[in-house]
């Protein structure tokens, strides 16, 4: 089945640091991809979604310069965290829909645990 | 904002069926409804998914009313690995763009 690695799994940062997440389609190729954030006990919020090769689409009060979204191929979409604060620590989720059609579904990474000390 | 609302909680026993409603009555024609659960700290998990007609899979069952303002998902044996928040989400589109937006979903418990 489809498959989607996300990179790293977690990550402690320090207050004004950058991370940046990776999120690869392994046996597919994904024209789009989602990232989500979770806080506890929450559901996941769309952040963006992003499209190969264009400029993501932000989600209202989602701050673009604060989290940049890469997708420069067709398997590989990153988040970079800029400028890191405690209140950015959250579960970060990548999703990508397969290129072939949405019928394929949509298949989510195995999140990233960000925590800005 | 999510289509869709979902009891916070259910309960279920083991071997049991387990049936998980969803309404969705603003539902649009061409709009699809995805299934997924998340299991603690990790990625939501694919199960189903549907337009109008009924579907089944190996993991599960989706029934949808006529109307489409509503569905079922059905896991035949649950196990107490079932034990997980279950989304219902509507595919929508906006600005162009596709969205799967999740709800607060049903947190799913099935007791031995």
């Known amino acids: 089945g489809a498959v989607v690695s996300q990179h790293p799994s977690w990550v402690i940062c320090k207050s004004g640091t950058s991370v940046k997440i990776e999120c690869r389609s392994l046996?597919?190729?994904?024209?789009?991809m989602f990232w989500y954030r979770q806080f506890p006990k929450q559901s996941l919020m769309l952040m963006a979604t992003?499209?190969?090769?264009?400029?993501?689409?932000?989600e209202q009060g989602v701050e673009k310069d604060k989290f940049l979204i890469n997708h420069a191929s067709l398997t590989l979409s990153t988040l970079t965290v800029t400028s890191a604060h405690p209140e950015d620590s959250s579960f970060y989720i990548c999703?990508?829909?397969?290129?072939?059609?949405?019928?394929?579904?949509?298949?989510f990474g195995s999140g990233t645990r960000l925590t800005v000390v | 904002d999510a289509k869709t609302t979902q009891p916070t909680s259910m309960d279920c026993a083991e071997g049991r069926a387990a049936n998980l409603p969803c309404n969705h009555s603003?539902?649009?024609?061409?709009?699809?409804v995805y299934w997924y659960r998340q299991i603690h700290s990790q990625g939501p998990q694919y199960i189903i998914h549907?337009?109008?007609n009924n579907e089944t899979n190996e993991m599960a069952s989706l029934i949808i009313t006529e109307d489409r303002k509503s569905s079922t998902l059905i896991l035949p044996h649950a196990t107490l690995r079932d034990t997980a928040v279950y989304y219902c989400?509507?595919?929508?589109?906006?600005?162009?763009?596709?969205?799967?937006?999740f709800g607060k979903g049903t947190k799913l418990t099935v007791n031995p």
């Open positions: 046996d597919f190729q994904a024209t789009t």
């Open positions: 999703s990508a829909r397969d290129a072939r059609g949405w019928e394929k579904g949509y298949t």
């Open positions: 992003s499209n190969e090769g264009s400029k993501a689409t932000y």
């Open positions: 603003t539902i649009s024609g061409n709009e699809y």
């Open positions: 549907g337009l109008k």
């Open positions: 989400i509507v595919r929508t589109y906006q600005g162009g763009s596709e969205k799967l937006v």
